[in-house]
T-cell receptor
Framework: IAGITQAPTSQILAAGRRMTLRCTQD?????MYWYRQDLGLGLRLIHY???????GKGEVPDGYSVSRANTDDFPLTLASAVPSQTSVYFC???????????FGPGTRLLVL | SQQGEEDPQALSIQEGENATMNCSYK?????LQWYRQNSGRGLVHLIL?????REKHSGRLRVTLDTSKKSSSLLITASRAADTASYFC??????????FGAGTTVTVRA
């Protein structure tokens, strides 16, 4: 693989269910990010990680958690999904914070 | 909260024409970046301009930055149908995270 992959591509989820969105990069980037994109609002940062073993909260972290056990993987977990979490989720990575980010293809999530 | 705001929200031009979109931001920045997003796809980085730079070129793209006015512009010259996409500015400040605007949707008519 080259770049960033995300899985699943899309998902329909019942409210209250737990869901983990997967993100893997093969560029050995230190920093990784999760965004959600909603119509008319652009991208909003959910959580980020500047390096393996560390994570931080972004603009809209409530209802989401992340972990960064190694350099390549940065899963995003919705502990108990709610309809307002219906969105398109993008994972991104960069060599260091604030520099060029490389985006995955996105996961389209519908919570009913 | 989002720092960057693009203007206009939408732009429709004829193939071959130039497209100009603007981005305004609120606080001081380290750099400003422009990204393109084709329908249903992830964002692709176009160009990065640092706070001490005033103009940058990449192929048919020209970006300017005016830190005194806290604004940037992206010019796409000789537009093509393949330039149809949404364009986002993103600013990087001292917290080293990117803050994205809501984007400009560009439609290039054949």
């Amino acid at each position: 693989i080259a770049g960033i992959t995300q899985a699943p591509t899309s998902q329909i989820l019942a409210a209250g269910r737990r869901m983990t969105l997967r993100c893997t990069q093969d560029m050995r980037h230190n920093a990784m990010y999760w965004y959600r994109q909603d119509l008319g609002l652009g991208l909003r940062l959910i959580h980020y990680s500047n390096t393996a073993g560390t994570t931080g909260k972004g603009e809209v972290p409530d209802g989401y958690s992340v972990s960064r056990a190694n350099t390549d993987d940065f899963p995003l977990t919705l502990a108990s999904a709610v309809p307002s979490q219906t969105s398109v989720y993008f994972c991104a990575s960069s060599d260091s914070g604030g520099e060029t980010q490389y985006f995955g293809p996105g996961t389209r999530l519908l919570v009913l | 909260s989002q720092q960057g705001e693009e203007d206009p929200q939408a732009l429709s031009i004829q193939e071959g024409e130039n497209a100009t979109m603007n981005c305004s931001y609120k606080t001081s920045i380290n750099n400003l970046q422009w990204y393109r997003q084709n329908s249903g796809r992830g964002l692709v980085h176009l160009i990065l301009i640092r706070s001490n730079e005033r103009e940058k070129h990449s192929g048919r793209l020209r970006v300017t930055l005016d830190t005194s006015k806290k604004s940037s512009s992206l010019l796409i010259t000789a537009s093509r149908a393949a330039d149809t996409a949404s364009y986002f500015c993103a600013t990087s400040s001292n917290d080293y995270k990117l803050s994205f605007g809501a984007g400009t949707t560009v439609t290039v008519r054949a």
